[in-house]
């Protein structure tokens, strides 16, 4: 019984004949001033309140348009920081050395890698003015000292290699190295390469590591010096045939024959002919042999090192470079066509 309304309602409404559409659409009619008048009211309302309409719609759109600017600045959007991760390079110009690099770009160790290296390195001082820099900076400095003694020659073309695993700091020390160069007036080229961890540790003689952090602790836990690695667990006789290689004993005896025929001084020189009997011994005598090396090659290259150039504009030594690309194909090849023998720490 209590659904009898709702039935009534639908056979009246299937009995009411459908409205015309034109009837739906038909404005409703209105009573204005005893004037029964048709009206439509949106219409009739627009027409009145046009401009306030389209102001209001201005507003709104400025309002919308000052929201979506500020939105930037009120909710900055996450900008994700690239992963920093410790790196390593090695430079190669005889001397050559590795340079550990934290994740901060920061220089945390240098290792030469052979014992003309070592003749740069043996002075804590000079380890100081490397250790602690970018490595834009710090391996500037080991190439400046590499050109005072001698090694690099400013005065003539030459070049020089760089290895790294990361991108971004081998691109910094390159960008380094090269404005040295513009600035001192050599035209010398920076060959660099990108390598693998496996290709690095290959290249540089470093027991191979599974990331580049297990690499920079295995730089920074090798003595510093070339030939202290090498007389590590060697007998004294060992030891005693090394020290004879390193220091050139024949050429030594030669050296001072000369120096005893021009009346000088040749009471340092003598001590170090005496062939270490210990371990101890020969760390002693080897860093009287650098201290003393890295004098004489000082004073031997002064002038060639300090003599006056003009200093090389960049788009001039760009177009140096690119002349070098021409002839020699890459500057791998130029490299190669410079040196044909490899340092590494072996």
């Known amino acids: 019984m209590r659904f009898w309304k709702k039935r009534w309602l639908d056979e009246l409404e299937n009995t009411l004949p459908p409205m015309r559409q034109e009837v739906h659409d038909e404005p409703l009619p209105c009573e204005k001033n005893g004037v029964i008048k048709k009206s439509n009211a949106f219409r009739d309302w627009f027409a009145t309140h046009k401009k306030r309409f389209f ?108 290895s790294g695993i990361a991108e971004n700091e081998l691109k910094a020390a390159v960008s ?31 027991a191979c590591a599974s990331d580049a952090q297990s690499l920079v602790e295995s730089v920074n836990a090798l003595n510093r010096m070339y030939s202290k690695r090498q007389a590590e667990g060697k007998t004294d006789e060992e030891v005693q045939s090394l020290y004879g290689e390193l220091v050139a004993l024949e050429q030594l005896e030669e050296i001072i024959k000369i120096m005893e025929w021009l009346g000088m001084d040749t ?56 002349s070098i690309e021409r002839e020699y194909g890459s500057l791998s090849e130029y490299w190669n066509s410079l040196t044909n023998s490899q340092y590494s720490f072996k």
């Open 55 to 162: 102001a209001g719609v201005a507003t709104c759109v400025a309002a919308v348009v000052g929201v979506c600017a500020a939105l930037p600045f009120l909710f900055p959007p996450t900008v994700e920081e690239p992963v920093k991760t410790p790196s390593a390079l090695y430079l190669e110009i005889n001397p050559s050395a590795v340079f550990s690099v934290d994740e901060n770009g920061t220089i945390v160790a240098v290792v030469a890698g052979n014992a003309d290296a070592d003749v740069i390195l043996s002075d804590q001082t000079r380890v100081e003015e490397i250790v602690g820099k970018t490595a834009e900076t710090g391996v500037c400095v080991f190439v400046d000292y590499a050109a005072r003694l001698g090694y690099l020659d400013l005065n003539t073309p030459s070049a020089v290699r760089l």
């Open 176 to 206: 380094g190295i090269e404005v040295y160069f513009r600035e001192k007036g050599a035209y010398a080229v920076v060959v660099n390469e990108t390598l693998s961890l496996a290709e690095f540790c290959s290249r540089t003689g470093i």
């Open 267 to 322: 009471t340092a020189l003598k001590a170090l002919i005496e062939l270490p009997q210990t371990l101890a011994e020969y760390t002693e005598k080897i860093d009287a042999y650098f201290m003393q090396t890295y004098q004489r090659l000082l004073e031997k290259y002064e002038e060639g090192y300090g003599q006056v150039r003009d200093e090389i504009a960049e788009t001039d030594y760009e177009a140096y470079i690119e």
